[in-house]
């Protein structure tokens, strides 16, 4: 504790540091008057009374540096007087100031808004409790047990959750439905209900904001529902008595029991909202060819491995009771972990290219960097004569490298500053204009901590990066030379051009290869876009219309409608021709039967 409270006393010392200078100079001036006097009644002339009385003192300056030196923190306090002249030295050079600041700002910026798309796609967990013990279960042939293959069916959903032993809590969620129609205050909306069992929402560890969620007893009381956060304000408006009221769900009606938080989410998204597996559902009366994906929250302790393990013997014993005319693939379940299953299904194929991107943004900095090295080394040449004369005066050449590495500091600072804003509008820009869905659920691209950390870093090493080359020269400097204007122009002529050659020759290398890389990225690019799709897209329209259920009824209803729409829009001038289809191209997907054919049980 003494220790502490020392270093805290020269810490405050250093903060009041010009009072308590003035109140010792008192002191020093008072001591110094006695002396002075002493020596005047001994017989001393002026003069000599006061030389004899500075140096029974130890020299005036030594005084006071030594009361400095141990009332507060000398390197603390030469550090701020590095800061205090490299501000001064940049306030001389305010051109060259703003030119490196813009310089290393859209290196750091750029880098900055790259890693904050990196992070929120592929680094930062899933916004849920204990997020590293959730797994998703798949099916997969015994051959590709890595990745998941098919869909489980609800069936075995059952048994694994009646029988496992591995989970604290397993969850099923319905992907295999489409649209569903929401009746609200006389308006049909096309909307995506996600049907999802009783714990699904307890799995994930998040409460709803408003009202609550799943719950046992809801299973035995009709359509129950739960609304995203997005769904309830942006389409209904956010009424505050929601909760409890009746919605019309495709022709039923559906109780809502509660609202999630703002940030929640769960893929797909845009989900509005999830509908409770009830027992008189269609997965209840029907569990073998209704199929579900299945997550889980495993149990301290428990691996993966032995999850799946456990999970395949129970399918062992519950699979001979599949229906004998029931076409199910020869597979065995597979635990994944739930962050790098949504990370794959965000990003699909596009970690490669993240990383790529993040490592061409900085090359970007390398190169700002080496520019910026070769700009204070062309500057350096004109401060030979002031580094000479510190030198000449006692300054060390440690203290000169760290006087130019601080200036270094205080320009990559500077561009972390105005980089960060850059990055900020980037991200907006990016937010705005995504083309896909690249995140993973409830995550955001966002300038949060691990970013700034991030950029912290990237302000440190940028720093030293540009900041050493010069300073080590600049500390190398022969006194006699650098100070006499022939010696002056031999360093400009031979050091400064041999080391101004090599900064040079690195940045057309870092360069070529951002050439190249951006040419190989262009020509993919072309060729992607040539590639030819099977059917012509110029001039084609497609949009998409969902019929209210309790209005069309009748499947006649629905093909005299399409028939009519088909045939109003067939008049409308300039239509060269109309189809239907029931899917957009290359989009969805469903379960293909062959006659007279079945997988292998």
Known sequence: MGAVKLWWNRLCNMIASESAGKTFDAELESHLSMHIEDNLRSGMSPEE?????????????????????????????????????????????????????????LGIGANTAMFSIVDAVLLRRLPYRNSDRLVVVWQSSKEHRSTGEWFNTYSEFEDWERNSRSFEKLAALSWAVGDSTLGWHGKARNVLAIPASVDFFSMLGVPAAIGRTFEQQDLNEG???????????????????????????????????????????FYPAPTA???????????????????????????????????????????????????????????????????????????????????????AVLFVLLIACINVANFLLAQGADRQKEFAIRASLGAGRVRLIRQLLVESMLLSFGGALLGVLIAWGAIHVFSATNPIDLLPPGNTVEINWQVLAFTAFLTIVSAVLFGMIPARKASRLDLNEALQEAGESFSQGQTARRTGFFVIAGETGLSLILLIGAGLLIQSLAKLTATPLGFRTDHLLSGSIHLPQK????????????????AQVTSIPRVKGVALISSVYLRGDSVLAIKGWTFPR
Request: glycine share 6%.
């Open 49 to 105: 009374a006061r030389r004899q009385a500075v140096l029974k003192l130890g020299g005036l300056e030594q005084a006071k540096q030594a009361y400095r030196d141990q009332m507060t923190i000398p390197s603390i306090e030469s550090l701020i007087q590095d800061v205090r002249f490299g501000l001064r030295v940049l306030g001389r050079r305010r051109g060259s100031f703003i030119f490196i600041v813009l310089v290393l700002a």
């Open 223 to 265: 359509c129950t529902t739960v609304l995203s956060h997005a769904f309830w304000q942006n389409e209904l408006g956010a009424p505050a008595d929601l909760v409890g009221q009746s919605i019309t769900l495709d022709q039923h009606e559906c109780r809502v029991i509660g609202i999630m938080p703002k940030d929640f989410s």
């Open 273 to 359: 909202l999830w509908t409770l597996i009830t027992l008189d559902s269609k997965f209840a009366r029907d569990p073998w060819r209704s199929v579900t994906g299945v997550f889980g929250r495993l149990k301290p302790a428990i691996s993966r491995t032995s999850a799946e393990v456990e999970l395949e013997t129970l399918e062992r014993n519950i699979f001979p009771e599949a229906p004998v005319d029931l076409a199910l693939p020869q597979a065995v379940p597979v635990v994944l972990d739930l962050q790098s299953e949504f990370t794959w299904l965000a990003g699909r194929n596009l970690r490669t290219a993240l990383i790529a991107l993040l490592a």
């Open 551 to 566: 209005k069309y009824t009748d499947p006649d209803q629905k093909v005299q409608f399409f028939d009519r729409l088909t």
